[in-house]
């Protein structure tokens, strides 16, 4: 009996309130046994009667039937059936979302993709290197995958990596690298019909390097890859050599297996324990003196029968510790936490909770169950969204009828048309606010002439135009008929200057000519330095006073006109010589006139005003200048486009077409330098004398709207001074640009979040932040939508790109953008990586969208629904970007100024916000005075705008 107490003890004592645990079920099999045992004695030795005989046997089979369900809750089968349940899901996943390093990092904790990414970081940087690389890899010619082989006989890294007759493997690599990508899976045992999806997530693990090799893919003509060739199948050709090599050690050296999926699968079906032991020990939950035990056998990786029961006792410790009463304590503490938010939320004391009935408390809990909390993000996204559409379109609504240039009954004084950037959104309004005679519009800012342009001292052609764009057009700069002698000198001398650069470029770039040039030219470097950093206004005035001294320049203009000469180093494998003919001139002219609605009216003047962006010391100025541009600078496509249209053979045809140019208007292009503020014109010296009074009021207009704009710029900047004097806001913002040590040069896209289709009347005198992309349409000259239709499919793309850009980079700046800037090194010229050794970041910085509120983008078309819908069913890039709600488009109809939201997989329905009176007031200055975050639209009315400060700080 005292046995059978002991036993009973132990029993009670691990009985939990569901289960028993091994321990005990063990000792309850042992009484079940002692009882048999028992019964047996007592029935030979004859000491009981029939009826307690039969009573006994019944409660034995009470215990019987009590232990075999007993034995169905036993915590090593329940336990190993969780680790088959989980072993079966892994090797599902095994070729579709899951590779052997991941696999093998979740069971070893070696990271053999972070080894690989290392290796392939330095080839490819070696390979795709355009200029920055003092030593270059040989034989690149022969493309990446040849060029590998020919130099991986001599890396004895492979060597110290321990990696076993890897020269034997490297020799016996096909010629072909897609032959080699096949034979490395059939090695691993990947299923053929998983091959695209397991090759996809080896290139997941570095997506800035396979997509810099993509990009090259898309672009065959791109001068380095004709000449350098790689590919995508030969990245994963050399990944997947040195990984597989890598994977084969480690099972080899741990199990004594093969890599193949089905080996493995196989193994740990007959080795539940361990898989077990091995995924609970990295995944890092563990207590201390679990993990302790757990990393002491997996080091000692036992086999055998003494091997399977070590496995099995740890496996079975760590699964009575996750169900230990520990947790449910937890998880009813954690309801208990829940529900105590959810009263404070609701307004609930604590007595209304006590009165709840239990199934009333668990309807609440059960209300927060049924939204989880990955559910809260889209939620709080939609209202986010929502909260600025209704600000924008009461402000819209509040100022129909209001704005200028619904029609133009009268000749504007003149007109300047700039990028959609919605950067421009502010100095659009400043112009406006000077003198509302003024008419701005927008459009997008290559203007239509899509070109391989040449400067005079660029030494290759590059394409201004969008990305999706091929431009077969080149156009240069020249010099004018009289510069020739002066033409003579600059180049020459310009020659010297490259020839001094490239130099001392190369001298400092070698390891050993670097160690003397540091003793020769040291101090004196200091001095640029100092000055960038202390006196940037100063320095830069300087070096372009030297500059202009000792290269002097040239007065240009641009060789717009056909001629069958051949473009100078062209790298169009087809070309159609220099220029556009006529024809071709009057067609971009009319496109461009039409998509702005500017086929009448035409003031005297009109400035195409290109953008771009300049500022020291930032490897993401691209990212700042025209995307329309294709991240280049688009000033030469506005001079471009004046030049065409000054031509008195385009106008001709043009009025043939119903756009009547009048022989006083003439075109200016411009260039305006979104981070510095400063307006650069083009061929001033070829406007009429009979302008030149008017022109000089418009730049002096255009030079204060460039201050003002620099003025509610500085509001934003935490170094900037506030609501300063004109001169002084622009001091500091021209300052930033030639800081050396500045991040936030300016903030770029960072405002966007909405874009407005329409005649400038619709946002002209808004108040509307920078935060618009202002894109002119006049629905009354496009009955049909063929303009609006030309407009969505050019604009819509790039203004959700720029949007989606931002928005990612600012969720997950980490992940999706590149974070901060403070680690970023410039990479081969053609990226950026963090410190020495990393991917290709890419995305935005985080010192670009620090301000940026993620939200997709409002876009507001001027047109009725009908029009919309035609659109909509022929194009199925629209009807991507609406469908999967990547923008949200609202309809504004032209007569009833009506606003209609598209609803996904609904359509149109009518906007119900209710229309509130806005602030209305003298000029912006007056409403963003004192305000540094973003603002509420506002109403401006400018009879009597702000006079002109021109004073000093």
Same mark, same amino acid.
């Given at each position: 009996?005292?046995?059978?107490?002991?036993?009973?003890?132990?029993?009670?004592?691990?009985?939990?309130?569901?289960?028993?645990?091994?321990?005990?079920?063990?000792?309850?099999?042992?009484?079940?046994?002692?009882?048999?045992?028992?019964?047996?004695?007592?029935?030979?030795n004859?000491?009981?009667?029939?009826?307690?005989?039969?009573?006994?046997?019944?409660?034995?089979?009470r215990c019987?039937?009590?232990s075999?369900?007993?034995?169905?809750r036993?915590?090593?089968?329940?336990m190993?059936?969780? %680790?088959?349940?989980?072993?079966?899901?892994?090797?599902?996943?095994?070729?579709?979302?899951?590779?052997?390093?991941?696999?093998?990092?979740?069971?070893?904790?070696?990271?053999?993709s972070?080894?690989?990414n290392?290796?392939?970081?330095?080839?490819?940087?070696?390979?795709?290197?355009?200029?920055?690389?003092? @030593?270059r890899?040989?034989?690149?010619?022969?493309? !990446?995958?040849?060029?590998?082989?020919?130099?991986a006989?001599?890396?004895?890294?492979?060597?110290?990596?321990g990696?076993?007759?890897?020269?034997?493997?490297l020799?016996?690599?096909?010629?072909? &690298?897609?032959?080699?990508?096949?034979?490395?899976?059939? $090695?691993?045992?990947?299923?053929?019909?998983? @091959?695209?999806?397991?090759?996809g997530?080896?290139?997941?693990?570095?997506?800035?390097?396979?997509?810099?090799?993509a990009?090259?893919?898309?672009?065959?003509?791109?001068? #380095?890859?004709?000449v350098?060739?790689?590919?995508?199948?030969?990245?994963?050709?050399v990944?997947?050599?040195?990984?597989t090599?890598?994977?084969?050690?480690?099972?080899?050296?741990? @199990?004594?297996l093969?890599?193949?999926?089905?080996?493995? /699968?196989?193994?740990?079906?007959?080795?539940?324990?361990?898989?077990?032991?091995?995924?609970?020990?990295?995944?890092?939950d563990?207590p201390e003196?679990?993990?302790?035990?757990?990393?002491?056998?997996?080091?000692?990786?036992?086999?055998?029968?003494?091997?399977?029961?070590?496995?099995?006792?740890?496996?079975d410790?760590?699964?009575?510790?996750?169900?230990?009463?520990a947790v449910? /304590?937890?998880?009813?503490?954690?309801?208990?936490?829940?529900?105590?938010?959810?009263?404070?939320?609701?307004?609930?004391?604590?007595?209304?909770?006590?009165?709840?009935?239990?199934?009333?408390?668990?309807?609440?809990?059960?209300?927060?169950?049924a939204?989880?909390?990955?559910?809260?993000?889209?939620v709080?996204?939609?209202?986010?969204?929502?909260?600025?559409?209704?600000?924008?379109?009461?402000?819209?609504?509040?100022?129909?009828g209001?704005?200028?240039?619904?029609?133009? $009954?009268?000749?504007?004084?003149?007109?300047?048309?700039?990028?959609?950037?919605?950067?421009?959104e502010?100095?659009?309004?400043?112009?406006e606010?000077?003198?509302?005679?003024y008419?701005?519009?927008? +459009?997008?800012?290559?203007?239509?002439? =899509?070109?391989?342009?040449?400067?005079?001292?660029?030494?290759?052609?590059?394409?201004?135009?969008?990305?999706?764009?091929?431009p077969?057009?080149?156009?240069?700069?020249?010099?004018?008929?009289?510069?020739?002698?002066?033409?003579?000198?600059?180049?020459?001398?310009?020659?010297?200057?490259?020839?001094?650069?490239n130099?001392?470029?190369?001298?400092?770039?070698?390891?050993?000519?670097?160690?003397?040039?540091?003793?020769?030219?040291?101090?004196?470097? %200091?001095l640029?330095?100092?000055?960038?950093?202390?006196?940037?206004?100063?320095y830069?005035? %300087?070096?372009?006073?030297?500059?202009?001294?000792?290269?002097?320049?040239?007065?240009?203009?641009? &060789?717009?006109?056909?001629?069958?000469?051949?473009?100078?180093?062209?790298?169009?494998?087809?070309?159609?010589?220099?220029?556009?003919?006529?024809?071709?001139? +009057?067609?971009?002219?009319?496109?461009?006139?039409?998509?702005?609605?500017?086929?009448?009216?035409?003031?005297? !003047?009109?400035?195409?005003t290109? /953008?771009?962006?300049?500022?020291?010391?930032?490897?993401h100025?691209?990212? /700042?200048?025209?995307?329309?541009?294709?991240?280049?600078?688009g000033?030469?496509?506005?001079? =471009?486009?004046? %030049?065409?249209?000054n031509?008195?053979?385009?106008?001709?045809?043009?009025?043939?077409?119903?756009?009547?140019?009048?022989?006083?208007? @003439?075109?200016?292009?411009?260039?305006?330098?979104?981070?510095?503020?400063?307006?650069t014109?083009?061929?001033?010296e070829?406007?009429?004398?009979?302008?030149?009074?008017?022109?000089?009021t418009?730049?002096e207009?255009?030079?204060?709207?460039?201050?003002?704009?620099?003025?509610?710029?500085?509001?934003?900047?935490?170094?900037?001074?506030?609501?300063?004097?004109?001169?002084?806001?622009?001091?500091?913002?021209?300052?930033?640009?030639?800081?050396?040590?500045?991040?936030?040069?300016?903030?770029?896209?960072?405002?966007?979040?909405?874009?407005?289709?329409?005649?400038?009347?619709?946002?002209?005198?808004?108040?509307?932040?920078?935060?618009a992309?202002?894109?002119?349409?006049?629905?009354?000259?496009?009955?049909?939508?063929?303009i609006?239709?030309?407009?969505?499919?050019?604009?819509?793309?790039?203004?959700?790109?720029?949007?989606?850009?931002?928005?990612?980079?600012?969720? $997950?700046?980490?992940?999706?953008?590149?974070?901060?800037?403070?680690?970023?090194?410039?990479?081969?010229?053609?990226?950026?990586?963090e410190?020495?050794?990393?991917d290709?970041?890419?995305?935005?910085?985080?010192?670009?969208?620090?301000?940026?509120?993620?939200?997709?983008?409002?876009?507001?078309?001027?047109?009725?629904v009908?029009?919309?819908?035609?659109?909509?069913?022929?194009?199925?890039?629209?009807?991507?970007l609406?469908?999967?709600?990547?923008?949200?488009?609202?309809?504004?109809?032209?007569?009833?100024?009506?606003?209609?939201?598209?609803?996904?997989?609904?359509?149109?329905?009518?906007?119900?916000?209710?229309?509130?009176?806005?602030?209305?007031?003298?000029?912006? !200055?007056?409403?963003?005075?004192?305000?540094?975050?973003?603002?509420? #639209?506002?109403?401006?009315?400018?009879?009597?705008?702000?006079?002109?400060?021109?004073?000093?700080a």
């Amino acid at each position: 009996m005292s046995e059978a107490g002991h036993l009973s003890a132990i029993v009670l004592r691990y009985l939990g309130p569901t289960a028993l645990n091994r321990r005990g079920l063990d000792a309850l099999e042992a009484l079940a046994r002692l009882q048999t045992t028992s019964l047996e004695d007592r029935t030979r030795n004859g000491d009981m009667n029939a009826e307690q005989l039969q009573e006994l046997r019944r409660g034995q089979a009470r215990c019987a039937d009590l232990s075999a369900q007993l034995r169905n809750r036993d915590p090593r089968r329940r336990m190993l059936a969780f %680790a088959e349940r989980m072993l079966d899901k892994e090797m599902e996943r095994f070729g579709r979302d899951k590779s052997h390093s991941d696999f093998l990092l979740e069971l070893t904790g070696d990271d053999l993709s972070d080894t690989v990414n290392r290796y392939m970081i330095k080839r490819c940087a070696a390979f795709l290197d355009e200029g920055l690389a003092a @030593w270059r890899m040989p034989g690149r010619g022969l493309g !990446f995958y040849d060029a590998w082989k020919n130099l991986a006989d001599s890396d004895y890294g492979f060597d110290l990596n321990g990696l076993p007759a890897w020269r034997d493997r490297l020799h016996h690599l096909p010629a072909l &690298a897609q032959d080699a990508v096949i034979g490395h899976l059939h $090695d691993l045992g990947v299923k053929e019909q998983h @091959w695209g999806t397991y090759l996809g997530r080896l290139l997941t693990q570095l997506p800035g390097w396979a997509g810099m090799i993509a990009w090259r893919v898309s672009r065959p003509a791109y001068p #380095p890859q004709q000449v350098q060739p790689v590919d995508l199948i030969q990245f994963l050709a050399v990944r997947l050599f040195y990984e597989t090599l890598l994977i084969q050690k480690v099972c080899r050296s741990t @199990w004594q297996l093969d890599p193949d999926v089905e080996t493995l /699968h196989q193994y740990f079906r007959t080795h539940l324990a361990e898989f077990f032991v091995r995924r609970a020990l990295h995944s890092g939950d563990l207590p201390e003196f679990l993990t302790r035990q757990a990393r002491t056998l997996a080091a000692q990786s036992p086999s055998g029968d003494e091997g399977v029961n070590r496995w099995t006792i740890l496996a079975d410790m760590i699964w009575a510790h996750r169900q230990s009463g520990a947790v449910a /304590h937890e998880s009813a503490l954690g309801g208990a936490w829940r529900l105590f938010h959810l009263a404070q939320f609701l307004g609930l004391e604590a007595g209304e909770i006590r009165a709840l009935a239990p199934e009333e408390r668990d309807r609440l809990l059960g209300a927060l169950d049924a939204f989880p909390g990955t559910a809260h993000g889209p939620v709080w996204l939609g209202a986010y969204e929502r909260h600025y559409r209704e600000e924008v379109l009461n402000a819209l609504a509040n100022n129909r009828g209001r704005g200028r240039w619904r029609t133009r $009954d009268t000749r504007p004084r003149a007109q300047i048309v700039f990028c959609i950037d919605e950067r421009e959104e502010a100095i659009h309004r400043h112009v406006e606010e000077i003198d509302p005679g003024y008419e701005t519009l927008g +459009a997008a800012g290559f203007f239509g002439v =899509a070109m391989n342009y040449r400067g005079l001292d660029d030494h290759e052609t590059t394409p201004l135009c969008p990305p999706v764009i091929t431009p077969v057009h080149h156009v240069a700069e020249v010099a004018r008929p009289r510069e020739t002698e002066r033409l003579e000198t600059h180049r020459r001398r310009a020659g010297w200057y490259d020839v001094a650069h490239n130099t001392y470029w190369e001298t400092k770039r070698n390891a050993v000519s670097a160690y003397f040039l540091l003793d020769l030219v040291g101090l004196p470097q %200091a001095l640029p330095l100092f000055g960038k950093v202390l006196a940037p206004h100063r320095y830069a005035r %300087a070096v372009k006073t030297i500059r202009q001294r000792v290269i002097p320049p040239v007065r240009t203009t641009l &060789a717009v006109n056909r001629t069958d000469e051949p473009p100078p180093d062209s790298a169009a494998e087809h070309h159609t010589g220099l220029g556009f003919t006529v024809g071709e001139q +009057a067609d971009k002219v009319e496109a461009m006139l039409r998509n702005l609605g500017l086929t009448y009216g035409f003031a005297r !003047f009109v400035v195409f005003t290109g /953008h771009g962006s300049l500022s020291m010391n930032n490897p993401h100025e691209s990212a /700042h200048d025209c995307g329309a541009c294709g991240g280049k600078h688009g000033g030469p496509n506005g001079r =471009a486009f004046a %030049a065409l249209a000054n031509r008195p053979e385009v106008r001709a045809l043009l009025r043939e077409r119903g756009i009547d140019i009048p022989d006083d208007t @003439w075109f200016v292009g411009a260039m305006h330098n979104t981070c510095s503020e400063e307006y650069t014109f083009y061929d001033e010296e070829d406007i009429p004398a009979t302008h030149r009074k008017e022109w000089t009021t418009l730049t002096e207009d255009l030079d204060e709207a460039r201050a003002r704009s620099a003025q509610e710029r500085c509001r934003r900047f935490a170094s900037a001074p506030k609501d300063a004097s004109l001169y002084r806001s622009l001091l500091h913002i021209e300052g930033r640009s030639m800081d050396l040590s500045q991040v936030r040069p300016e903030w770029g896209h960072a405002t966007n979040a909405c874009a407005v289709v329409g005649r400038r009347s619709i946002t002209q005198g808004v108040f509307l932040d920078r935060r618009a992309f202002v894109i002119s349409y006049d629905p009354s000259q496009d009955p049909g939508g063929l303009i609006l239709e030309r407009i969505l499919l050019a604009v819509g793309p790039v203004g959700a790109g720029i949007n989606l850009e931002y928005y990612f980079s600012t969720v $997950d700046n980490v992940r999706w953008g590149s974070d901060t800037k403070v680690p970023h090194n410039v990479c081969g010229m053609i990226g950026v990586m963090e410190g020495a050794m990393s991917d290709l970041r890419t995305g935005l910085p985080k010192q670009m969208v620090e301000v940026h509120e993620p939200m997709r983008l409002q876009l507001i078309v001027e047109s009725p629904v009908a029009i919309l819908g035609e659109i909509y069913g022929r194009q199925a890039a629209i009807r991507e970007l609406l469908d999967n709600a990547w923008v949200h488009l609202i309809a504004m109809d032209p007569e009833t100024g009506e606003f209609q939201l598209f609803v996904p997989g609904v359509g149109f329905v009518m906007w119900e916000g209710s229309v509130t009176p806005l602030a209305v007031v003298k000029s912006s !200055f007056d409403w963003y005075k004192g305000k540094t975050d973003f603002l509420a #639209p506002a109403l401006i009315d400018p009879q009597r705008p702000r006079p002109l400060d021109r004073g000093g700080a």
